[in-house]
């Protein structure tokens, strides 16, 4: 079968789905799956390191831009969500097909809410008395991105499938906005061991591990992570 891949600045031997932030991003929320792919300038984002894996043959892996009947029931599920529905793709079907097909489906782009307004205004006219106050409010809008991926692909994996492959659009590519091509995986029993290409060397990393190791810096990271959000799922 296909080969995917797997960036990152952290050697591991092993999968895993139940904590996928590392000890070297704890700001960031963990997400519940593996993010495979086989765009070069994605993973070179992602990382120094880079893995290979091949999906078992008898895996249900579903690709959201050919499989218009899985696409549509997914859309469905989403939109019934009080988290779902305030994002601008869930609104019809032709939106949702848009929104899939571009990859900013799993960006959160959201209509008029009135919670998510009095969030974001409040976010944003939070005092900025520091450089740690203004890598605040830029983590907790990251983690709202992450949400809502965690949110999708909850979803998704609720449908009975081991994995699916769509599109993700990101503003911050190396020449501006563009779209990747991913496999995102939930069952651990039907994939492959990671292969590694290019391990990482973790021992470069130390001082940013002594860095999260700072009072301050862990009170900080709580403070991203007791941070409300106007959703739940």
Same mark, same amino acid.
């Given at each position: ?14 999968? /895993?789905?139940?904590?996928?932030? #590392? ?5 960031? &929320?963990?997400?519940?799956? !593996? $993010?495979? +792919? ?53 609104? /019809?079907?032709?939106?949702?097909? #848009? ?5 900013? &489906?799993?960006?959160?782009? !959201? $209509?008029? +809410? ?120």
């Amino acid at each position: 079968m296909k080969e995917w891949y797997h960036g990152t600045n952290v050697y591991f031997e092993n999968w /895993s789905t139940s904590n996928t932030t #590392t000890v070297f991003k704890r700001e960031l &929320i963990p997400h519940s799956f !593996i $993010s495979l +792919s086989v765009d070069e300038e994605l993973l070179k984002g992602a990382g120094v390191g880079r893995c290979k894996a091949t999906i078992n043959e008898d895996a249900r892996v579903v690709n959201l831009l050919e499989d218009s009947t899985f696409s549509k029931a997914l859309w469905e599920n989403i939109r019934r969500h009080p988290f779902g529905s305030i994002h601008v793709g869930t609104k /019809s079907l032709a939106a949702w097909e #848009t929104f899939c097909s571009t990859g900013q &489906i799993l960006r959160p782009y !959201i $209509s008029e +809410s009135k919670e998510y307004e009095e969030w974001e205004k409040k976010l944003k006219h939070m005092p900025e008395n520091n450089q740690l106050d203004k890598i605040f409010k830029v983590m907790v809008q990251q983690n709202f991105v992450r949400h809502w991926i965690e949110f999708f692909m909850r979803e998704v994996r609720k449908m009975g499938v081991d994995g699916i492959i769509c599109n993700e659009h990101t503003q911050h590519g190396n020449h501006g906005p563009r779209t990747s091509e991913n496999l995102y995986f939930f069952n651990l029993n039907k994939i492959s061991p990671p292969v590694w290409i290019k391990k990482p060397d973790n021992s470069k990393l130390e001082v940013e591990r002594q860095t999260y190791e700072r009072g301050d810096i862990k009170s900080h990271i709580k403070k991203v992570h007791n941070y409300p959000y106007p959703f739940s799922y």
